[in-house]
């Protein structure tokens, strides 16, 4: 497989479940993220992982917790969401951290994971 | 607030006619923009860029002009084709604040054939 890819595709879940959000890459990128897609918003940053580190949290809820065990792996474990969580989460990778040089602001998402909860 | 503005939820456009999509920022420090495309069900795909040194960048059919003093960038598809039919973000860097890419809203592209 080549790109980045995410699993599951769809998840519905209820406010007292525990899951979690899988994300991998083939493209032997240094940085990771993950963003959230709600109804008419723009795409938040949640978190931003750089060889394996958390270089960025944005205010994100304790109910989700990032996990990266590599390079090339990024979690997103889910427990006591709420509904207005639900939402599209996108997983993207780049070269280098975004803002350094040109090509690292080029990021390459995955399809993403819709998230319903109940 | 929003630094990265997308004013326009949606365009249509006849095909072989110019799509012409809009974007405006706040941060005067942002140094690098793009332009992300997506179709539903998929991530979005990068498109094009342009680094704040420059005003112009042309891709084939795709042209982003960046007017700094306005704090304005715009993305041109000439001719506009069905395909181009997508969601359009527009997305903003800059160099101290490394990791956060900002995102627009994003304009729905519709091209009638």
């Known amino acids: 497989e080549t790109g980045v890819t995410q699993t599951p595709r769809h998840l519905v879940m209820g406010m007292t479940n525990k899951k979690s959000l899988k994300c991998e890459q083939h493209?032997?990128?240094?940085?990771m993220y993950w963003y959230k897609q709600s109804a008419k918003k723009p795409l938040e940053l949640m978190f931003v992982?750089?060889?394996?580190?958390?270089?960025e949290n944005n205010s994100v809820p304790s109910r989700f917790s990032p996990e990266c065990p590599n390079s090339s792996h990024l979690f997103l474990h889910l427990h006591t969401l709420q509904p207005e969580d639900s939402a599209l989460y996108l997983c993207?990778?780049?070269?280098?951290?975004?803002?350094?040089?040109?090509?690292?602001?080029?990021?390459?998402f995955g399809a993403g994971s819709r998230l319903t909860v109940l | 607030d929003q630094q990265v503005k997308q004013n326009s939820p949606s365009l249509s456009v006849q095909e072989g006619r110019i799509s012409i999509l809009n974007c405006d920022y706040t941060?005067?420090?942002?140094?690098?923009f793009l332009w992300y495309k997506k179709y539903p069900a998929e991530g979005p795909t990068f498109l094009i860029s342009?680094?704040?040194?420059?005003d112009k960048n042309e891709d084939g059919r795709f042209t982003v002009f960046l007017n700094k003093s306005a704090k304005h960038l715009s993305l041109h598809i000439v001719p506009s084709q069905p395909g181009d039919s997508a969601v359009y973000f527009c997305?903003?860097?800059?160099?101290?604040?490394?990791?956060?890419?900002?995102f627009g809203k994003g304009t729905k592209l519709s091209v009638k054939p």
């Open positions: 993207a990778s780049s070269q280098a951290l975004t803002g350094g040089s040109a090509g690292a602001n080029v990021l390459t």
């Open positions: 493209l032997g990128h240094n940085a």
């Open positions: 992982y750089s060889l394996e580190e958390r270089v």
């Open positions: 941060n005067s420090m942002f140094d690098y």
């Open positions: 342009i680094s704040s040194i420059k």
């Open positions: 997305a903003a860097s800059d160099r101290g604040s490394q990791g956060n890419l900002i």
